[in-house]
């Protein structure tokens, strides 16, 4: 499965979405078909499940379900947010489910474990844009709760803001700021750990 990773989602099944969508590869379809959105869509959907899940079959499936669950539901989609929010609901909510049957919520450091991580510890923003340690965060990323990661992804991956993850997530803008707060704390945790690991 190893072949999906940075590559491109499509080619790698071979014609999946042609196959079972009738897409044709050589049709320029309209912007707001399910064509186009599996164009734009398909990659970055399979690297955010496969970042919050931190396994490739499980991605791949995860994948699968959502462009399903788009396809099934794109001509009742009423505009009441953007294309692009409802894409992304619909990706977290399929995450979301499917990391609930593979693993068990991820148990909060305690403020000791927090404060005693020091200031020269990985730094998680600076980690997340380091390619050299990609493989190491998207493992990071997969350890943490499912509402943590799914923002952490959405913020400084995809680039959202907070009033985006939180149309996405259907929470306040402040619980989106709790979320990127915690995670980043355990992130740095998991970084820490990581390295330490590395080092000896």
Same mark, same amino acid.
């Not at 734009?40 to 669950?69: I, P």
């Not at 009423?78 to 990391?99: F, M, P």
């Not at 965060?137 to 990661?149: F, G, M, Q």
């Given at each position: 499965?190893?072949?999906?990773?940075?590559? &491109?989602? @499509?080619?790698?099944?071979?014609?999946?979405?042609? &196959? @079972?969508?009738?897409?044709?590869?050589?049709?320029?379809?309209?912007?707001?078909?399910? *064509?186009? /959105?599996? +164009? !734009?869509?398909? &990659?970055? $959907?399979?690297?955010?499940?496969?970042? $919050? #899940?931190?396994?490739?079959? !499980?991605?791949?499936?995860?994948?699968?379900? $959502?462009?399903?669950? /788009?396809?099934?539901?794109?001509?009742?989609?009423?505009?009441?947010?953007?294309?692009?929010?409802?894409?992304? %609901?619909?990706?977290?909510? $399929?995450?979301?489910? !499917?990391?609930?049957?593979?693993? #068990?919520?991820?148990?909060? =450091?305690?403020?000791?474990?927090?404060?005693?991580?020091?200031?020269?510890?990985?730094?998680? *923003?600076?980690? =997340?844009?380091? &390619?050299?340690?990609?493989?190491? /965060?998207?493992?990071?990323?997969? %350890?943490?709760?499912?509402?943590?990661?799914?923002? /952490?992804?959405?913020?400084? #991956?995809?680039?959202?803001?907070?009033?985006?993850?939180?149309?996405? #997530?259907? @929470?306040?803008?402040?619980?989106?700021?709790?979320? =990127?707060? +915690?995670? %980043?704390? +355990?992130?740095?945790? =998991?970084?820490?750990?990581?390295?330490?690991?590395?080092?000896?």
């Amino acid at each position: 499965m190893s072949k999906t990773k940075g590559g &491109n989602f @499509i080619a790698y099944f071979g014609g999946l979405f042609y &196959n @079972i969508f009738r897409i044709s590869p050589n049709k320029m379809p309209p912007p707001t078909s399910f *064509e186009n /959105i599996v +164009r !734009q869509f398909s &990659n970055r $959907v399979y690297n955010h499940a496969f970042r $919050v #899940l931190g396994n490739r079959e !499980q991605a791949e499936e995860a994948t699968q379900d $959502v462009f399903l669950k /788009i396809y099934r539901s794109l001509e009742s989609f009423r505009g009441e947010s953007t294309l692009s929010t409802w894409i992304w %609901r619909i990706t977290a909510n $399929v995450c979301i489910t !499917q990391a609930k049957k593979s693993r #068990l919520e991820t148990s909060p =450091l305690d403020s000791d474990e927090i404060d005693s991580i020091s200031d020269d510890e990985p730094n998680p *923003e600076q980690a =997340l844009l380091n &390619n050299e340690t990609k493989d190491e /965060i998207a493992n990071a990323i997969s %350890r943490l709760p499912y509402r943590e990661a799914t923002a /952490i992804n959405l913020f400084y #991956l995809e680039e959202m803001d907070y009033g985006e993850i939180a149309n996405i #997530l259907e @929470i306040p803008a402040g619980s989106v700021a709790t979320a =990127l707060h +915690r995670g %980043r704390e +355990r992130l740095r945790k =998991l970084l820490q750990t990581s390295y330490s690991r590395s080092s000896i």
